[in-house]
């Protein structure tokens, strides 16, 4: 138990950068002392995160600060997936039963729903290291886009990612539906429809026009170029860009190589 109690402390320590979300209470008042001495001092490290990665020659995402260190992590990450040699950090039972106590993801992601294209997969990331959101085609609205702010901006993740993917099939969708629109051709009938995803690629679909190349692989570029676009300017964000709290980036995810394409 007092190994427990150490952990929480170092986990506490490391993140006292940033505000956790606690429910201290419930590991007892010598747990609690420690964890809010810990909440006001300095970074102390990894600790428990470096416990908690089977490889030690690969850190834990909690053991970095920066959004720069952060997403070469997290190319890092991604060059091991697209290898075949994922080491799945941050994904031991220790590591986990610490995170009970409070989160603080080092970056949000928001991506597609694309059953190929899962993040914490494609990053070689663990739990409580990344805060996803995802829609299809990786559109929002106010309701999602409040989502995609919350690690940032109530849990201090300092990097944010929009990662589209290729093949995508919303936006392949979308295309087929608003050049149908604007031709006036037969569009094929399917049992399902998604207007208010098609909709929410339209600005995506006009602005990827004047690109060259495959239509569909513009469309997807430009649908992540104008949602950090967007989300730079969200209420909940904006101030936080514009102090440099928060980094915006971008990515297209290969299903063929598996690699992550850094977009701007
Ligand atoms: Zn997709």
């Not at 085609?137 to 993740?157: C, M, T």
């Not at 967007?230 to 990515?251: F, R």
Request: with cysteine; aromatic share 6%; glycine share 10%.
């Amino acid at each position: 138990m007092l190994k427990y109690f150490y952990d929480m402390s170092t986990l506490h320590i490391r993140g006292s950068r940033r505000k956790l979300i606690t429910g201290a209470g419930t590991v007892g008042v010598g747990a609690v002392t420690v964890l809010t001495l810990g909440a006001c001092g300095e970074d102390g490290g990894a600790g428990a995160a470096e416990a908690a990665t089977a490889d030690p020659t690969v850190s834990s995402l909690h053991d970095y600060e920066s959004a720069e260190d952060i997403w070469q992590a997290l190319l890092d990450g991604n060059q091991r997936w697209a290898d075949g040699e994922a080491v799945h950090p941050d994904t031991d039972v220790e590591w986990r039963e610490s995170l009970a106590e409070g989160q603080e993801p080092r970056a949000a992601i928001f991506s597609c729903v694309d059953s190929r294209v899962g993040p914490e997969l494609v990053f070689d990331t663990g739990v409580g290291d990344i805060m996803v959101t995802r829609t299809a085609g990786n559109v929002f609205d106010p309701l999602v886009s409040e989502s995609v702010s919350y690690g940032p901006a109530a849990l201090e993740a300092p990097l944010l990612v929009v990662l589209g993917h290729q093949k995508c099939g919303a936006v392949t969708a979308a295309h087929e539906a608003l050049l149908a629109a604007e031709e006036g051709t037969e569009l094929e009938e399917h049992e399902y429809a998604l207007p208010e995803t098609v909709e929410a690629l339209r600005p995506a679909y006009e602005a990827a026009k004047t690109e060259s190349g495959d239509p569909v692989d513009a469309m997807i570029k430009t649908n992540v170029l104008l949602t950090i676009q967007a989300l730079k300017e969200h209420p909940n964000l904006a101030e936080l860009v514009a102090d440099g709290e928060l980094t915006v980036v971008g990515g297209i995810y290969s299903l063929e190589t598996g690699l992550v394409t850094e977009v701007s």
